[in-house]
């Protein structure tokens, strides 16, 4: 039975994916059929059923038009456009509340709520890749972390029945965000709302890599009996529970949809998607294609271009060869992992030693807590936004205890970003927390020093901050003892300022100082290394010929490093001048644009200097 | 079936109950039989059938004892005599490793490890009431959060497999951990490692008060159906399940783990026991005893002593008074009601306005969010310390919407604290989140109207410190506008000096300004109220007539309020004394220690002051 209804999904997508091949949205010169006409919910009401069938042309060319044209998600919106068509088909946006979790599939649904130019023409109308209320009352929130939705949903939920309003309040989560702590604990409490509350699990059998844990064991032993399995989650946490296998089929999703619109009880709507669906390369490589970059509509191969070196690689590298001299090396990602470099050619390299933990980052810091308590060598690499899901498992799992994992901070810093996607937060996140030694290593001599270091003393958690900007290499091999805790490096003596630069801003002190030198100052030029220590010894000798000490960091200021130096220097006459992020939360705003708001660039900076000198 | 079964429980849970009457380890004088004799594992091996019973007799009595002595958690402890004999009787501890889970119930395996002193003479041997590996070689980590035991244990197990070690690794989890965020995310990968991996469930029923969510009433229908419904979410994620109804049995208990041991299939063992079990009144008042004060043995009522006005009833009837003219009003708890004054007796008072999400703060914040936008007032409350478990959700769900949630602080300052409970680390985590509005009052007044304020504006998320310290009532009405944000409150006027003293340390300004005013200096004295912005107009006009600013807050300086002001001045002359804890985990040192150690007195205090002002 299972074996069949599998053989049956396979050549059931097969036969999607050769149609795709000539689908007529596939034609840069596609022309929207019935798209210009649709606002809301209450437009797509009107729709035949072969009119349903063009809007899903229509939606399918408006998202490999947008990214194609400004880069975005692609499969997962790809496979999510039938359920949101049938969705609004029956359901009356914005009265009934459709919640997005984490918006990798929230394209078509923008699409149909007055968003259409975003994605027809979105060199012009430049509207957000995530679920955003201030573009649309069809939104409710600014969602850009995966495994919300529910407990967002279950907290509108319980205002609508306090206030006593009666409408569908629905949460659509997939893609693997089912598996993050919040998305089960959001679960675990709406099937107790005692009231309308519906969950749509868009089961595409991906979280952006691979789908991982015992949770998606539990979503294929459902799909393969067809939703029949006695083992179902759902309805042991006391959900309604509805199956659809062909998720992409308008008719039976609005069918499904009808069935459960208005129910008083706690409701699990399982829908089997494809991912990729209607573009013949994201069904074949689909976390590839999980999101793709301007122009990949007309390249061959369309593999995120690896010209030269970089962080990620150097990364990759340096565990695989560490590997075969320690056997008890432990890679871990949760869920990210092409994203820091383990792309899915070299995961396969770690065999055994790569674990991906899924979309779970508490797992993934109490897992690495555990295998360095035990002696393996755990390195887990995640992304500066990301870290931010597991603070206290960071403080209590990892440093109370004191154990030896290296955790690896990618892209942390100062740059154009979607607000949900900062990257400006680890450094108070991680340095305010004791025992963590958090390193921001300058050079890629440096990075690889440190995690040699990291990576074989049993005496601390150790993080590093994963240089963001281009890599840049002195050529010298490091061999600094950062056993030292807190030793600044001292890279140029000069007097009257110094500039303590960290990581990846290590190259703008080096400007400032240039720029110093022009006008007759020495600046001495500092390399601080440590983000969550100060060289005591250090600072103090500076006091004897230096009037102002400037400190650089790519992240906030608000609890960052800078401040600590402030802090040092309060009691003394010593001038602090701290620069890096204002708190705030900004979305797309260009980098360049940043660097002037916040004053980092050489010329403001001896600006200031030159004001406080005087 | 399922009621018959529930039925034979109730009587047998009386029966019990009135066994325990006269237990005879409830005589004071009681001597043990057996314990002495046990250090670890291979002693509790050696004993018979009826020494077994003895042993259970024993830590009954080391339990008592040590709660009734220094206080400490009774029920869950109770509870879990046999299966930890039986535990220790089947497994080679530590060889087999134990990994205990938030630690409300590790003191019967603590006494079986060497540590029976510490419940048997607890004034003289000070042994930690927390998992704790620096106390012995049967205890893997520092735990005192909950939902962490599967996590870590996936490591721990890892970390053996690559080893190519071959032993148990055995999870415990209970007491309501398991609808944490990480627990699940740990069941969820615990269940693919693919080895030998144990999860015991120690279902009492209860989480430190009534448990809640899906999940225990998935829970409840396999304690129903004596482990037989096919509603089972350890099976559905891929678990070997046991269930064991009479959970307190010891024969029992060994015949099963004897069953599971060595197993290399993930398995969970679903105990059924008895929170309290062994003495009534904590069977009978299970949220009560889930910990107690000293002396309770001697008690007739044992209800936490309620003299006179505390911020935790001020709070509680603020609230009761609030919900008369806004039934829109949410109160949240992540199953700490009673530690914030939501005792047993006032949350029926609440009705459907209060919701427990059981432990689950993740869902906690995205609830609230979720309310606040769809128009209900919530108030969450927090611990200080627990507080720390949804950062992401503080700053994604809440603080990224803006959306109007109150979330209450309480227990946020430096005191005595065992390592894992610490509540000095909220500054930096809140403070440092954009759109967040942290409030400090400093008199129950200002409390109130911060309230006020709070729940009725609907800018801004709004977090306040509830003071925890004694309660300060100056008598009169605060008429502040808190939605001029970031204006702090000048209470005394003066020169050379000003102090910023924050919360609960506005007492501790006053007293140094007191001492300053002795030696002839009148210092200004300043409220901030706000931990989350500067008042920079404030700040500037100081430097007119001020040489030093003295900041006072009741938590870590690194990352919080202090050194913000620190920053503000750099480019100044003003000198700036940062006063708070030093960035550490402190175990169970005293009030008075630390506040020497962190010169947190008036005189060291003014010592310092006199010396930046030569």
Redesign the interface.
């Known amino acids: 039975m299972k074996k069949k209804l599998l053989s049956m999904f396979i050549a059931a997508s097969m036969s999607y994916t050769a149609a795709f091949a000539n689908a007529e949205y596939l034609n840069p010169n596609y022309k929207v059929k019935v798209l210009n006409s649709i606002n809301s919910s209450k437009d797509v009401k009107k729709l035949s059923k072969s009119q349903l069938n063009d809007l899903a042309d229509d939606l399918r060319y408006g998202i490999l038009n947008r990214a194609n044209t400004v880069g975005g998600h692609l499969g997962p919106d790809l496979g999510f456009v039938e359920p949101t068509i049938a969705m609004h088909y029956v359901f009356n946006s914005p009265q009934d509340?459709i919640?997005f979790d984490v918006s990798h599939q929230i394209y078509p649904h923008k699409m149909l709520t007055g968003r259409k130019d975003g994605f027809l023409n979105p060199i012009n109308k430049n509207i957000s890749g995530y679920s955003n209320?201030d573009e649309s009352e069809h939104d409710?929130?600014?969602?850009?972390?995966t495994s919300?939705s529910?407990?967002?949903?279950?907290?509108?939920?319980?205002?609508?029945?306090?206030?006593g309003e009666k409408y569908n309040v629905i949460a659509v989560i997939g893609d693997g965000s089912l598996?993050?702590?919040?998305a089960?604990?959001?679960?675990?409490?709406?099937?107790?709302l005692g009231s309308n509350f519906i969950a749509i699990v868009n089961d595409n059998e991906m979280a952006i890599a691979e789908d991982?844990?015992?949770?998606y064991?539990?979503l294929k032993?459902l799909r393969e009996s067809n939703g029949k399995s006695?083992?179902?989650?759902f309805?042991?946490?006391?959900?309604d529970y509805y199956y659809l296998d062909d998720g992409n089929n308008i008719e039976e999703l609005i069918k499904l949809f009808q069935k459960v619109k208005d129910t008083q009880k706690?409701t699990v709507v399982h829908l089997h998607t494809l991912k990729g669906m209607g573009y013949e390369p994201a069904v074949e490589h689909k976390e590839q294609y999980h999101w793709q970059m301007p122009g990949f509509l007309n390249q061959k191969d369309s593999s995120p271009a690896q010209s030269g070196e970089n962080y990620n690689t150097i990364t990759t590298n340096y565990l695989l060869n560490k590997l075969k001299t320690n056997?008890?090396l432990?890679v871990v990602s949760a869920a990210t992992p092409s994203a820091t470099g383990l792309t899915p050619d070299v995961r396969p390299l770690f065999g055994?030693?790569y674990?991906d933990?899924?979309i779970?980052e508490?797992?993934a810091?109490?897992?690495?807590?555990?295998?360095?308590?035990?002696?393996?060598t755990?390195v887990w690499e995640v992304m500066s936004s990301f870290v931010?899901?597991?603070?206290?498992?960071l403080?209590?799992?990892i440093?109370?205890?004191n154990n030896p994992a290296t955790i690896l901070v990618f892209a942390g810093g100062i740059y154009s970003a979607d607000?949900?996607h900062l990257g400006i937060?680890d450094i108070?996140?991680i340095?305010?927390?004791?025992?963590i030694v958090y390193l921001s290593p300058t050079t890629k001599e440096e990075y690889l020093h440190m995690l040699d270091w990291a990576t074989t003393q049993k005496q601390h958690p150790v993080a590093i901050r994963v240089p963001a900007g281009a890599v840049v290499s002195t050529g010298e091999k490091d061999t600094t003892d950062y056993s030292k805790l807190n030793k600044f490096k001292v890279e140029a003596t000069g007097q009257d300022v110094a500039i303590i630069a960290a990581g990846d801003f290590y190259q703008l002190g080096k400007q400032v100082k240039d720029k110093l030198a022009q006008q007759g100052i020495t600046a001495t030029l500092i390399n601080p290394v440590y983000l969550t220590g100060l060289d005591e010894e250090l600072l103090n000798n500076l006091k004897a010929d230096h009037k102002v000490v400037v400190t650089l960091e790519s992240g906030?200021?608000?609890?960052?490093f800078?401040?600590?130096i402030?802090?040092f220097?309060?009691?003394?006459?010593m001038?602090?001048?701290?620069y890096g992020a204002k708190?705030?939360?900004t979305d797309r705003v260009s980098t360049d644009e940043l660097y002037t708001r916040y004053r980092l660039k050489p010329e403001l900076i001896v600006e200031?200097i030159n004001?406080?000198l005087k």
């Open positions: 509340r919640i209320q409710f929130f600014k969602v850009g972390h919300t529910l407990s967002l949903a279950t907290g509108v939920a319980k205002a609508r029945d306090l206030k598996s993050g702590g919040e089960l604990e959001g679960l675990s409490n709406g099937a107790v991982h844990g015992g949770l064991n539990a032993e006695s083992n179902n989650i309805k042991a946490l006391g959900y706690p056997k008890n432990l055994k030693n674990v933990v899924g779970a508490q797992q810091a109490g897992f690495v807590s555990g295998a360095a308590e035990n002696g393996a755990p931010q899901r597991t603070y206290d498992q403080s209590q799992d440093a109370l205890n607000m949900t937060f108070p996140l340095s305010n927390i004791p025992n906030v200021l608000d609890g960052g800078g401040e600590k402030a802090r220097y309060g009691n003394s006459d001038k602090v001048l701290n708190k705030e939360f200031d004001k406080v």
